[in-house]
């Protein structure tokens, strides 16, 4: 019998496939893909919105109309919010991965070196959209380029029951950190206590501790970038946490992460937690599923406030959320391309929609929709986005402020402190951990 | 007709390179070559690499320059690098002390004959067969602060009458990562254990009995010892895992609360690819190789005495 070699068999095959589309050394030849396979797609990670229907409208309606109107394929892929940075950090050491990629608060300063500058693209969309907040320029923009495009501002605020405030004499949310430990007192006498988190978690623990130090008059750094954390003030904050979180907080919070929350309020264990809006959003949804314990839906139950002031003053940290351009991707004009399509009034107006006030907009234009007069409960979240003080205040909110946020050092300060670590303690660990940083 | 084959075959002489491995040097290098090719490119590689470096200053989208050994000072230094530690030795050593018991007593429990062995030995396994990613995610809700199906029975029993808070405290934090990880890695030990003891042969036993040795005399004096090899290597394989461990922590509790849980492989993690500090958490993963080396070192010196006793 004839010897079959393999050789002769790939070139059998190779001449076969030759015939049939051009062969391989054509391919080779031009050094491009066939035609087919050069379709414009854009891969956007971003986090797994905690309004499902957000969502769920980006991929059956506004990704297909996009890939309609611009002829880009949009893959999205959504993530725990607490992967998203791993996932940057992979990316850019292996030089492939999402063209867009969202970025919480100043994260953008941690990769400013690996982005492209989308200056031109926010600019314009703030002129048209009524001017850009000053928080987010300040979150994304260093001042010579914007590292992020601003996408939205997830508003935390203290959601409450309305009758259990009431049942303990609140009729009115407290106003100072005193009045909200003492109404707090009887609300966990009553096995209702306020829940919050101080675990490694990216919103609700940052979103509590650094307003929560700043209305106390402390502060990581002052203008200069000089550590000054070792205060008076922030000792005093400190002392303060450590009775209220006994007297008045679930203690199950240190090791909460930004949905645990979510869960224990709808299961009506706790009375008050700063949250984004998703709680009363998830409530609205299903109000036959969420029902208060006399068996009203739990939505007309719920009400919002900005977290209380201290001796210095009431303040905000709310989450922003921007998309950043990375520098290895290959597809960097239809990213733009996508990005300005998104962010026309039209088109964003439908996600912002969606969301129902969970995210305000980084634009000044949008606090006159209609989003925020349809449904009163949600007006407080209205200015989030005007309130908003950034990380590392006061000085900027540079890599150094975002390396410190990354590391959780005033979220682990409170949580030290809490579990038992003298209060003098946790303020000089801190403040040596932030001199490691601002060096 | 086999003369005729054989004159055909001293016929076709094989070809020069076939004939070179006749040479048993060169046998062993083409034979030894694929692996030390898979060695170099995913072991040696990747080491060096991370050695280089550790001793840079490089960031995420930064390739920084040579600092010397400023990141290994700077983690000396470094009182979350402490907790670390201290956190790494105590959870390997709990854990390994507790695998080992549990494990040897399985062992000799299936060793012996009942009805239905062959499911249950089957079924023992399943821990260890299961992604760790997804029996973490079930031992989460299970310990979660809020709804503790561990918590719910308890107070059910009236046996606690404020819930425990598992995750949030540091303490039951760590005795909670301690008690999954011993419940991932009892099978391993039960199983491999279980092999060795079937290598001992009954005849030892049924010598030992003759000559008046109670259960307890028969375990001690020949059980154990000829086991001992076995047990050795297994506790080898299970203190470079667990010391090494990573998935677990990081489902559990990312490292917190408060950094008290943290693990060399987790805490390098959320400074490198977290933080994008990467030559600080390259610094932290290879200070676990001291540690691992002299671990290591000292149990294969065991290992090799037991053995040519």
Known sequence: MAKTKRRSVLKLAGGAAAASMGGMAAILATGRMPAFAQQRTVHWLKWVDFVPASDALLRKEMLPEAEKALGIKINLETVNGNDLQPRVTAGIQSGAGPDLIMAFNNQTYLYANSVVDLTEIAEAVGKAQGGMYKYARAVCSDGKMFMGMPWAVIGGMIAYRKSWFEEVGATKFPETWEQYREVGKKLKAKGRPIGQTLGHTFGDAPGFTYPYLWSWGGMEVDPSGKVIMSSKETLESVKFLQGFWKDAHDEGGLAWDDTNNNRAFLSQTVSATLNGASIYIETLRKPDQYKTEKGAPMHTDILHSPLPKGPAGQFGFHLLQSHMLMKYSKNQDPAKEFLKWIHTEKNFEKWFVSQKGFATPCTEKWEGHKVWTDDPVMAPFKVAARLGQAPGHAGPPNAKAAEALSKYIITDMYAKAVQGMPAEAAVKWADGELKKIYV | ?309
């Open chain 2, 1 to 309: 007709m086999a003369v005729t084959a054989l004159a055909a075959a001293e016929g076709k002489r094989p070809s020069a390179r076939l004939r070179r491995l006749e040479d048993e040097r060169w046998l062993a290098f083409a034979l030894l070559t694929p692996t030390a090719v898979l060695l170099g490119l995913f072991i040696a590689y990747p080491f060096v690499e991370g050695v280089l470096l550790s001793l840079s200053s490089a960031r995420v989208g930064d390739p920084g320059h040579f600092v010397g050994l400023k990141n290994f000072h700077k983690i000396w230094n470094d009182s979350i690098f402490h907790t670390t530690v201290w956190n790494t030795f105590w959870y390997t050593g709990v854990t390994t002390v507790f695998k080992l018991a549990l494990g040897l007593w399985l062992a000799l429990l299936l060793n012996r004959h009942f009805r239905g062995k062959a499911i249950i030995r089957a079924f023992i396994l399943l821990p260890f067969i299961i992604p760790t990613v997804l029996s973490t995610f079930a031992w989460k809700w299970m310990f979660d602060p809020t709804f503790s199906v561990i918590n719910g029975t308890l107070f059910q029993l009236g046996l606690i009458t404020t819930r425990i808070n598992w995750l949030g405290d540091p303490d039951l934090a760590m005795t909670s990562i301690i008690i999954i990880n011993i419940w991932r890695g009892v099978p391993f030990f039960a199983i491999t254990l279980l092999a060795g003891l079937q290598t001992i042969s009954p005849e030892l036993h049924e010598a030992a009995a003759i000559d008046g040795a109670r259960p307890w005399a028969r375990f001690w004096h020949v059980t154990w010892p000829l086991l001992m090899p076995v047990t050795l290597v297994v506790v080898l394989f299970s203190v470079i895992q667990t010391f090494a461990d990573f998935q677990l922590v990081y489902v559990m509790t990312g490292g917190g609360p408060a950094n008290a849980t943290h693990l060399f492989a987790t805490y390098a993690y959320q400074l490198g690819i977290g933080t994008g500090l990467l030559a600080e958490g390259a610094a932290i993963s290879l200070a676990m190789f001291p540690f691992l080396f002299i671990i290591v070192v000292v149990q294969l010196l065991y290992i090799r005495r037991v053995e040519t006793r």
